[in-house]
T-cell receptor, first 111, second 114 residues
Framework: DAKTTQPPSMDCAEGRAANLPCNHS???????VYWYRQIHSQGPQYIIH???NNETNEMASLIITEDRKSSTLILPHATLRDTAVYYC????????????FGKGTMLLVSP | DTEVTQTPKHLVMGMTNKKSLKCEQH?????MYWYKQKAKKPPELMFV???????INESVPSRFSPECPNSSLLNLHLHALQPEDSALYLC?????????????FGEGSRLTVL
C-alpha cells in the first residue's frame, strides 16, 4: 500500500466540523484513497473512498487535492459518537483489497 | 444483511487448548479476511481468502490455521497459542471486483491466552 501520514490526534467541539488530513504523496494514478474509522472496542467501519473527485455520502465528505498527494476527511457536524480512530488507507490496486492500517488519527469530540 | 458475525465474542484458553473462532457473512462476498489487533495498535492482516482459497498468508505462525469451508464461513483454528497471541481477532469480507476496498468488519473475538 502507498504510505500515508496522519496526525496522531485531533480535538473537535461537538457540532463543529472535524477536518482530518492525510498525506499520501506516493499515490499512483489509479489508486483510491479509503477512509475507515474504529470506535473503541468495535470493528473498523468503512466511511468513504475517492480517486480524484471530491466525494460525499451520508457520513462524511472527502476532499482530494488536484495533485492527489493529500486528502481531507470532513465530518460536517461532529457528535460525541464520532470519537474514534480514523484511518486513511491507499490499498494495493489488486482484484481485491488488502488494507494496511497505519496508526491513524485519534479524534476526540468534546461537549 | 450487511453484517459480519463473529463468535465467540470472548474466549479464554490455555496454552495447550485447541479452540476455533468463527466468522459468517451472507452478503455474497467472495473475499474474506482475518486481522489481528493488539491493544492500542492498528489491525494487522493475517490471512486473505478469495473464492474459498487461501491467497495471502502474512507469515503467520502455524499455530493459527485458517479454514474457509464455504463462501459464507471463515474459521480460525487455534492450537498451542502463547500469551502474546492475546488480542482482538477481526474478520472481514469484501467483493472481489468493483469497490474491493470496502471491507465489512465484524465486532471481533477477544482472545486471552493464559
Amino acid at each position: 500500500d502507498a504510505k500515508t501520514t496522519q496526525p496522531p490526534s485531533m480535538d473537535c467541539a461537538e457540532g463543529r466540523a472535524a477536518n482530518l488530513p492525510c498525506n499520501h504523496s506516493t499515490i499512483s494514478g489509479n489508486e483510491y484513497v479509503y477512509w475507515y474509522r474504529q470506535i473503541h472496542s468495535q470493528g473498523p467501519q468503512y466511511i468513504i473512498h475517492g480517486l480524484k473527485n471530491n466525494e460525499t455520502n451520508e457520513m462524511a465528505s472527502l476532499i482530494i487535492t488536484e495533485d492527489r498527494k493529500s486528502s481531507t476527511l470532513i465530518l460536517p457536524h461532529a457528535t460525541l459518537r464520532d470519537t474514534a480512530v480514523y484511518y486513511c488507507i491507499v490499498p494495493l490496486n489488486s482484484g481485491y483489497s488488502t488494507l494496511t492500517f497505519g496508526k491513524g488519527t485519534m479524534l476526540l469530540v468534546s461537549p | 444483511d450487511t453484517e459480519v458475525t463473529q463468535t465467540p465474542k470472548h474466549l479464554v484458553m490455555g496454552m495447550t487448548n485447541k479452540k476455533s473462532l468463527k466468522c459468517e457473512q451472507h452478503m455474497g462476498h467472495r473475499a474474506m479476511y482475518w486481522y489481528k489487533q493488539k491493544a492500542k495498535k492498528p489491525p494487522e492482516l493475517m490471512f486473505v481468502y478469495s473464492y474459498e482459497k487461501l491467497s495471502i498468508n502474512e507469515s503467520v505462525p502455524s499455530r493459527f490455521s485458517p479454514e474457509c469451508p464455504n463462501s459464507s464461513l471463515l474459521n480460525l483454528h487455534l492450537h498451542a497459542l502463547q500469551p502474546e497471541d492475546s488480542a482482538l481477532y477481526l474478520c472481514a469480507s469484501s467483493q472481489v471486483s468493483g469497490n474491493t476496498g470496502e471491507l465489512f468488519f465484524g465486532e471481533g473475538s477477544r482472545l486471552t491466552v493464559l
